[in-house]
């Protein structure tokens, strides 16, 4: 609880929460202060060329059995998205020495680099380039919002490791996380065995219209990018509401230039997250979005160019790893149910080369990416424990069977 509270005072924002995005100095600063805790565990602490810290326990034998997440923040995050995943797994490890148990296996946490994806698009960033599902020349030259190149920013804060990725495949991966939202809260269950990632499309759309006088302009004369984003945000809306289900759809993002009172503007560009736990889903809302978009082009007469910013397909978790999540959180509570997340993180990565699951623990009121993000101190402490148990029982399976 110290370590989280540690944590988030860097870069700490009103509200109790963090703002430390991705490769910024406040990232920096909380990595320093991980690594200094990993170098106090006595973990050998790896940096890889995008900046993945993994800090491994160096006992018993093999391939080494890996926890972690992620420690950068939105502008406006919490204490606990992803900070708990890597201080749990920091705790685990601790305890475990305190305790003179020392599993079969080496145990690894990892810290990866830029998980939200709110500076620097894709999200995942980190742990997609170790799995190898990105080359580390084209991550190194992603440009974020602020224009700023990815590769030159490891540098700028001293995190462009040496070691090469795809880093190791481990002997199995498993993350402890905040639900983020609502389901555990409204169902009264403490624990979620987390079977999968739900499918991920980030585009980025850029109308060009023609800036001109807001009083002097006769509406019919209007090529107005602020109105046309506006009816793709509806758009989005309803289309949400018409497909009903799983489907969710956001616009976070609307920059308007020149961005003034009297201006119509010459440019809009925004952002859309569409998801859906079913792909086919997913894949008909993106055709669906893209022919209005077509059709708003041409009856306003703009030009609209996207830019894919994103696109994981949904992720299904090894289904003994979730077994034993299971498992392990039954023995310890029986409020335990079974359900995939709306968010997205390192484990459906992880989940390319390793059997991968995840345990969640509920989010007061389902808020995250808010800095009133909150979950009950026993609910993290009972989250770390199965964490723990799950470790040791991966560590114990010789061989899976997929
Ligand atoms: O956007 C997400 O799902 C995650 O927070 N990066
Ligand atoms: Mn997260
Ligand atoms: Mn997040």
Same mark, same amino acid.
């Given at each position: ?6 944590? &988030? ?52 034998? /093999? ?7 992620h420690i950068d923040t ?24 305190? =305790? ?33 599902? @990105? ?8 440009? /974020?919002?602020?224009? &700023? ?83 793709? =945000? ?26 003034l009172i009297n201006v119509i ?91 991968? =699951? ?32 799950? @470790?040791?029982? @991966? ?8």
């Amino acid at each position: 609880m110290q370590k989280i509270m540690d944590l &988030a005072s860097i870069g700490a924002i009103d509200g109790g929460g963090c703002a430390r995005l991705a490769l910024t100095d406040e990232d920096a600063a909380g990595r320093d202060l991980v690594v200094g805790w990993m170098h106090d565990l006595g973990l050998t602490v790896t940096t890889d060329v995008i900046g993945n810290v993994i800090g491994t326990w160096d006992v018993g034998d /093999g391939l080494p059995v890996m926890t972690g997440s992620h420690i950068d923040t939105v502008r406006t995050g919490g204490k606990y998205d992803g900070n708990l995943g890597v201080l749990a797994g920091l705790e685990v490890i601790q305890t475990l020495q305190e =305790a003179s148990v020392t599993p079969p296996r080496p145990i690894s946490v990892g810290i990866f680099t830029n998980e939200e994806g709110s500076r620097f698009a894709p999200d995942m960033l980190g742990s997609l380039v170790y799995v190898g599902g @990105l080359s580390i020349e084209d991550a190194l030259d992603i440009v /974020g919002i602020d224009g &700023a190149r990815v590769g030159d920013e490891l540098e700028r804060i001293g995190y462009n490791g040496a070691t090469p990725c795809p880093g190791f495949a481990p002997h199995a991966f498993v993350e402890l996380h905040i639900e983020q939202g609502p389901v555990l809260e409204r169902t009264d269950v403490t624990i979620g065995a987390v079977t999968g990632v739900q499918g991920i499309s980030w585009q980025e759309v850029t109308i060009t219209g023609q800036s001109n006088h807001a009083g002097t302009t006769p509406m019919s004369m209007r090529k107005d990018p602020s109105y046309v984003a506006s009816k793709i =945000a509806v758009f989005l809306r309803e289309l949400a509401d018409r497909y009903k289900g799983d489907q969710v759809c956001t616009v976070g993002k609307i920059d308007l230039f020149p961005n003034l009172i009297n201006v119509i503007p010459a440019k809009a560009v925004l952002t859309l997250d569409v998801r859906n736990t079913d792909e086919e889903t997913l894949s008909k809302a993106e055709r669906e979005i893209s022919d209005f978009i077509l059709s708003l082009s041409r009856s306003e007469g703009v030009e609209i160019s996207t830019r894919s910013l994103a696109r994981f397909e949904p992720v299904i978790f090894n289904p003994e790893v979730i077994d034993i999540v299971e498992k392990v959180a039954m023995s310890k509570t029986p409020s335990v149910c079974r359900m995939p997340s709306g968010a997205g993180h390192d484990a459906q990565m992880l989940a390319r080369v390793c059997p991968s =699951a995840m345990i969640f623990v509920p989010s007061v009121e389902g808020i995250s990416h808010n800095p009133a993000e909150f979950t009950d101190p026993e609910d993290l402490v009972m989250g770390t424990n199965i964490l723990l148990q799950v @470790l040791i029982e @991966l560590s114990n399976i010789e061989e899976f069977a997929s």
